[in-house]
Nanobody, 124 residues
Framework: QVQLVESGGGLVQAGDSLKLFCAAS????????MGWFRQAPGKERQFVAQ????????YYADFVKGRFTISRDDAKNTVYLQMNNLKPEDTAVYFC?????????????????WGQGTQVTVSS
């Protein structure tokens, strides 16, 4: 079992930056994919970014490339999402996610563990 707890969401203006945190506990391994999804009101949950826990390989959705950076701190069992140049369309609940097997975790069906979500609101 893996437990995920997000924090760091809030209300910002367009162009601002925000950093999200995901504290993981339980059975994480060097091949555990960790990542972020988001869900805007009335829309499906969508993949944002992924990092492999031990190796550090990263993968991003096209709409965040160059603006968001995912990273992790193994000692703190924490995954981060640095979001720069935020846009109103980035407004959503952001969920931390993990899978129990090595894969590219871009679909919600690939996710085995979810955090409770943290709200990010970007005003224009």
């Amino acid at each position: 079992q893996v437990q995920l707890v997000e924090s760091g969401g809030g209300l910002v203006q367009a162009g601002d930056s925000l950093k999200l945190f995901c504290a993981a506990s339980g059975r994480t391994f060097s091949t555990t994919p960790m990542g972020w999804f988001r869900q805007a009101p009335g829309k499906e949950r969508q993949f944002v970014a992924q990092i492999i826990w031990g190796g550090g390989s990263t993968y991003y959705a096209d709409f965040v490339k160059g603006r968001f950076t995912i990273s992790r701190d193994d000692a703190k069992n924490t995954v981060y999402l640095q979001m720069n140049n935020l846009k109103p369309e980035d407004t959503a609940v952001y969920f931390c996610a993990a899978a129990s097997r090595p894969l590219l975790m871009t679909r919600t069906v690939d996710v085995d563990y979810w955090g409770q979500g943290t709200q990010v609101t970007v005003s224009s």
